[in-house]
């Protein structure tokens, strides 16, 4: 096509930007979690706490990962369709109890030390939870989002509340009503590189977190469907008579939304060993705060978003308040929203309220 | 779209036989269309005389076969005081959700301060021992304060930032309460809040847990207090202003509405109301914990006004009584049916499946769920709409059309 060479209009901003922010926000926490180590314990000065600041550092890159590939479906479906995807927090949560299904039938319980088998069984397992979770979300915008695509504003957000109670109850009912054990199969070797020490699930989930989205990030920029839905988003009728497929390019941006959210649930399995029915809410929640934060419909941003509020619960945590953290997001939410409601990236926004 | 009703036949047939069938019209016709214009022009009356008559016939319809089966009068005058709380929280989020179109998600917060507040007001916690009666006001005041609060910095934004911004905050206030346990006493909640006291009036005397009956009366009072309220409200000049904004924000604020305040005022009053059944709530349950505020209660409060049709006060009070009898007794009672036919477990597939030994209670938000998307999908004015909502939804081109060719004859 001759018309790749056309001038890009990103829904994203420029990924550079975002990168730079993202080293500057890293060099400050990693100052504030060592003052905070080094504080909260009284032998430790601020050199010696770095190691220990370091270990909740990566716990917070790690945390903020997952925040951030769920963050991903919410702002591609709001830059979409302008709706808060509700189930999408839920969709998360079904992607770990697929992932735990799946490793528990094929009979693992523990950690996988051959490292071909361990390869294998985790493509297998990301494999089926995308791509079952993928199909979910089509399913719920075929059966429930589109005939309201036109309704008044209300009505698809109540049906996104109805779906989200759907799937958690179905979870609920028929699995389990309470905590289940994943299987934890990557081993737990810490890799040290000098005075630098991460231990393997950390270092997979980072690298896991960072390539799908680098891969969504040049889905979006580079290909022709990336393209349809960038033009989708930012004028659909447009769009339609320029002769894209509206219905195919709203079913593929749920598809890969809700694929993301299922990887981020596989890794929710891997990385704490548990779920439960009912995590889907605080975690969409969270992520959702994420999107708002690192500006709306836009992918970098969210992504930059679901580190920040992993560091916040990390920082919160270490301080001795974690039972706070959720106040302290939801807070930050209703702040970004009143002070900046175009986000940390500040894209303009139509408001077609 | 006119194309359709113009090659058709011509509706004067129809229209034709409407007209002598309207002569026609048998004497309990006339007589109802005589009761609806004379309720029509006083409403206060026909609330109080029809939430009397509704008040009045409920102990007896209890006492009747198969549902004397299922408890006794008491246990039942018990869960209906109950029903009531949901009622009460129904008509209040109806004022958010269905007249000015705002999606409050938090909305069991409100009512959480409201219970909180009374728990303040009356118990060995803080030692005060304010009166029930004065109580319902403050917590009233204090929950519109907190909507207030949230509502100013939030209602400048588009609408479906509110639905997160409210959830949040529905999540924060338990978080908060629990948490702060120096003022709150934590998990356990605080225990012990005085029970009201009618002052020997009417002879009633003792509220407590072995008398329900006194609860009753005092829910069906505060409905219809709310009921009134709110029928005015909606008449008036703010009602409109409610509907305007709901429909289009944008022409009402250049008609010279102030969006900003008129959706502040529906956002407290919706606030005020649920703080108002918190306190009853309160004032019932005897105890107050962080547990009993949860999303849950924003999301049943939901389901019961997206049912009973947004925007009628009495189809959303419906659908709030019939939606609580449904889960305090329709469920308990389906499962208790179910078991008594001993179905033998039967084999289904791999799974061996024993309809005896399902908990139906469990299904409660599943239901609650798929009747939110089934009605969002199928009937979004919900089982007993509104008249204005019902056109606006149901009006198909020949619909139109024919109103439109009404107008030309007459």
Not at chain 1, 111 to 116: E, G, H, K, R, S
Request: proline letters at 4%.
């Amino acid at each position: 096509m001759t018309g790749a060479t056309a001038r890009r209009r990103s829904l994203a901003v420029p990924w550079r930007a975002p990168l730079a922010a993202i080293v500057a926000l890293a060099v400050a926490y990693f100052v504030i979690l060592a003052g905070i180590v080094s504080d909260s314990s009284q032998q430790l000065t601020f050199t010696s706490a770095i190691p220990q600041a370091q270990a909740q550092f990566i716990n917070a890159v790690t945390i903020g990962a997952i925040y951030a590939l769920i963050a991903l479906g919410y702002t591609m479906v709001y830059g979409i369709i302008e709706l808060i995807n509700f189930a999408h927090g839920e969709i998360f949560m079904c992607g770990s109890f697929v992932s735990w299904w799946l490793l528990t039938t094929l009979g693992f319980s523990g950690a996988i030390t051959d490292p071909l088998l361990l390869v294998g069984v985790l493509l297998l397992a990301f494999a089926v939870s995308m791509v079952v979770m993928g199909i979910v979300g089509v399913v719920i915008e075929r059966l429930a989002y589109r005939r309201l695509r036109n309704a008044p504003r209300l009505a698809p957000l109540i049906t996104a509340i109805g779906v989200s109670f759907i799937l958690q109850n179905i979870v609920f009912v028929v699995v389990s009503n309470s905590i289940v054990t994943t299987p934890q199969i990557i081993p737990n070797t810490v890799l040290t590189f000098g005075f630098f020490s991460i231990s393997l699930i950390n270092l997979f989930v980072i690298i896991l977190a960072v390539g799908l989205m680098a891969t969504l990030q040049l889905f979006i920029s580079r290909t022709r469907l990336g393209r349809a839905m960038r033009s989708t988003a930012i004028d659909r009728d447009a769009a339609q008579l320029m002769g894209v497929d509206i219905n195919t390019t709203i079913a593929l941006t749920f598809f890969v939304g809700s694929a993301l959210a299922g990887a981020a649930g596989v890794v929710q399995g891997l990385y704490f060993g548990i779920t439960v029915f009912n995590i889907g809410f605080q975690a969409g929640l969270k992520a959702f705060t994420a999107a708002v934060l690192g500006g709306i419909g836009n992918t970098t941003g969210a992504a930059l978003g679901g580190f920040v509020i992993g560091f916040l619960e990390v920082i919160s945590s270490v301080w001795g308040q974690g039972r706070w953290s959720e106040a302290v997001v939801f807070g930050m939410l209703v702040l970004v929203l009143v002070f900046r409601p175009t986000g940390i990236l500040g894209q303009q926004l139509a408001d077609r309220a | 779209m006119s194309g359709r009703s113009g090659t058709g036949t011509p509706p004067v047939a129809a229209g034709g036989t409407g007209r002598s069938g309207r002569a026609s019209s048998p004497v309990w016709r006339v007589a109802l269309g005589r009761v609806r214009a004379y309720m029509g022009r006083h409403q206060s009356l026909s609330i109080v005389i029809g939430l009397a008559l509704f008040a009045t016939a409920l102990p007896f319809i209890v006492l009747l076969p198969p549902l004397n089966g299922f408890g006794t009068q008491k246990d039942f005058i018990g869960g209906f005081a109950d029903a009531g709380v949901f009622v009460l929280l129904a008509i209040g989020l109806n004022v958010v959700v269905g007249f000015a179109g705002l999606l409050d998600l938090g909305y069991a917060a409100f009512f959480a301060i409201g219970a909180y507040t009374y728990a303040y007001g009356a118990s060995p916690f803080s030692g005060l021992d304010i009166p029930f009666w004065p109580m319902l006001l403050v917590g009233a005041i204090v929950a519109a304060m907190f909507g207030v609060l949230l509502g100013a910095p939030t209602l400048r934004l588009r609408g479906d930032y509110l639905a997160i911004v409210t959830l949040g905050f529905g999540e924060i206030v338990p978080v908060v309460f629990l948490n702060a346990d120096t003022y709150t006493n934590g998990t356990n909640g605080i225990t012990g809040l005085a029970q009201p006291s009618a002052y020997g009036l009417f002879g009633v005397n003792g509220f407590g847990f072995t008398n329900p009956w006194p609860y009753f009366l005092t829910v069906v009072l505060i409905i219809a207090v709310a009921f009134i309220f709110l029928y005015r409200l909606q008449d008036s000049r703010i009602g409109r202003a409610w509907v305007a904004i709901r429909e289009d924000e944008l022409a009402a604020a250049s008609m010279g509405i102030n969006t900003v305040t008129t959706k502040l005022l529906a956002f407290s009053i919706g606030a005020s109301t649920s703080g108002l059944a918190g306190v009853f709530y309160a004032s019932k349950l005897s105890i107050v914990s962080p547990d009993q505020f949860g999303f849950t209660v924003s999301f049943t409060a939901l389901a019961m006004v997206v049912l009973g049709g947004m925007g009628n006060i009495w189809g959303v009070a419906a659908g709030a009584f019939i939606v609580y009898e449904i889960q305090a007794q329709g469920l308990k009672q389906l499962g208790a049916f179910v078991q008594s036919l001993h179905i033998p477990t039967f084999a289904l597939g791999p799974m061996s499946v024993d309809l005896g030994s399902i908990n139906f209670i469990n299904f409660q938000y599943l239901l609650y769920g798929l009747a939110l998307v089934l009605m969002m999908l199928l009937r979004p004015e919900g089982l007993f709409p509104s008249r204005r909502r019902r056109s606006e939804l149901h009006e198909s081109p020949e619909e139109a059309a024919e109103s439109n060719e009404e107008l030309v004859q007459a």
